[in-house]
Each structure stands twice: as structure tokens, then as C-alpha cells.
T-cell receptor, first 117, second 113 residues
Framework: GAVVSQHPSRVICKSGTSVKIECRSL??????MFWYRQFPKQSLMLMAT?????????EQGVEKDKFLINHASLTLSTLTVTSAHPEDSSFYIC?????????????FGPGTRLTVL | LAKTTQPISMDSYEGQEVNITCSHN???????ITWYQQFPSQGPRFIIQ???TKVTNEVASLFIPADRKSSTLSLPRVSLSDTAVYYC??????????????FGKGTKLSVKP
């Protein structure tokens, strides 16, 4: 149980295009989903927190117009990187917290490797 | 959110016990301590969580002194497959905004044959 999937696992795109990454909680409902970004040899950096049916809360320094987050259901959140540029190349990881779940009840997806040429 | 400090890296050999200590001097009353493991190009995986004293599961033990200003993750008899980055996180268990997982730099454990 408690599986989080991400799609795609790897994507290569041209500069200026937009890329959508999906995060799904497969066997539980997640009121809250989180999006992280991880550059090589660095730690995970929280980008935003999204609650089902409401606007995402972005961390300081993260452009909300560039990283569009939609959390339309209790099992799906999407991150769209708009007008991607090479500096957006990174490993994007989502996590989902179960309904009424605390720290222990947060499960991570396998990540999506984005490469912008 | 309480800040955590861990060693940047550690080396060990197969079969040894590895102890990774994390400092969290500003831990709050409602905070729990959670450890995650991350392999390259994968999402973090939950290892263990505790509030005080000692917690043990099938993969690790977590030791927390009475003042809770530090914690030690103990991995018994490590193998090559335990080579990974280990993150110590401190946060509110309630699930509110304080429950967001904020990752520090982690400890890169290298297990050698």
C-alpha cells in the first residue's frame, strides 16, 4: 500500500516548451501533495504545497506562473513547467500525505528527470 | 521548523554497525524526528520515526536522548545496498503547515566491501 507514482519518469524537451508531470496516489487519498526539486548532489528543495481543490502555496523564490500546480482530485496533482529553459533541468519529486496523515504518512514518488535542451 | 545538522558523509564496511547522528537544537515540543533514505535518481524512502527514547523496526533503530536535541540512526550490519543518502527531518506530526518535510543536506553513507 501507500504507493505514489509519477509520470513520466524521464522527459527531454526543447527550450521554450511546456512540460507536465503527473503525481498520483495509487491506493490512498491525499489531501495534500508536495512538489520538490533536486539538483545533482544537492538535497530536495520544497517548491510548493498543494491541497485538493485549492491554490498551491509556493515557497519563497519559486515562480508560481512558471511552475503551475493543479490538484484537482484526492489522487492526482500535476506540475507544469511552462516555457522550460535549461536551468529548469532537474529531478522533480512529488510526495503525498494521506488524509489526516502526519509526517509519517507522507509518501514519495519515484521522481521525474527533466532535461531541457 | 527546527534546523538539522548531520555529517556530510560517512564511510563504513559491510557487516559493520553504522550510527549517524543528527543535531536539532531547536526542536519544538510537537516535533517528531523522521529519517529517510534516498538512492540516486529515486524518491526518498521512509526509514523510521520517533519522538523520544528508542524506536526500533526491522531495518533500523532510532535513539533520542531525553533533551531531544539530537538523534542517532543506527543501521545494524550494513551491506553494499545501504549505500545512500540519509536525511534527518524534524517537524510537527499534526499534518498542518508545520508538517511540511524540509530536507537538510543529508549524510552520504558509502559502504565498502
Amino acid at each position: 500500500g501507500a504507493v505514489v507514482s509519477q509520470h513520466p519518469s524521464r522527459v527531454i524537451c526543447k527550450s521554450g516548451t511546456s512540460v507536465k508531470i503527473e503525481c498520483r496516489s495509487l491506493d490512498f487519498q491525499a489531501t495534500t501533495m508536495f512538489w520538490y526539486r533536486q539538483f545533482p548532489k544537492q538535497s530536495l528543495m520544497l517548491m510548493a504545497t498543494s491541497n485538493e481543490g485549492s491554490k498551491a502555496t509556493y515557497e519563497q523564490g519559486v515562480e508560481k506562473d512558471k511552475f503551475l500546480i493543479n490538484h484537482a482530485s484526492l489522487t492526482l496533482s500535476t506540475l507544469t513547467v511552462t516555457s522550460a529553459h535549461p536551468e529548469d533541468s532537474s529531478f522533480y519529486i512529488c510526495s503525498a500525505r494521506a488524509v489526516a496523515g502526519g509526517l509519517h504518512e507522507q509518501f514519495f514518488g519515484p521522481g521525474t528527470r527533466l532535461t531541457v535542451l | 521548523l527546527a534546523k538539522t545538522t548531520q555529517p556530510i558523509s560517512m564511510d563504513s564496511y559491510e557487516g559493520q554497525e553504522v550510527n549517524i547522528t543528527c543535531s536539532h537544537n531547536n526542536i519544538a515540543t510537537n516535533d517528531y524526528i523522521t529519517w529517510y533514505q534516498q538512492f540516486p535518481s529515486q524518491g526518498p524512502r521512509f526509514i523510521i520515526q520517533g519522538y523520544k527514547t528508542k524506536v526500533t523496526n526491522e531495518v533500523a533503530s532510532l535513539f533520542i536522548p531525553a533533551d531531544r536535541k539530537s538523534s542517532t540512526l543506527s543501521l545494524p550490519r550494513v551491506s553494499l545496498s545501504d549505500t545512500a543518502v540519509y536525511y534527518c527531518l524534524v517537524g510537527d506530526h499534526s499534518g498542518g503547515s508545520q508538517g511540511n518535510l524540509i530536507f537538510g543536506k543529508g549524510t552520504k553513507l558509502s559502504v565498502k566491501p
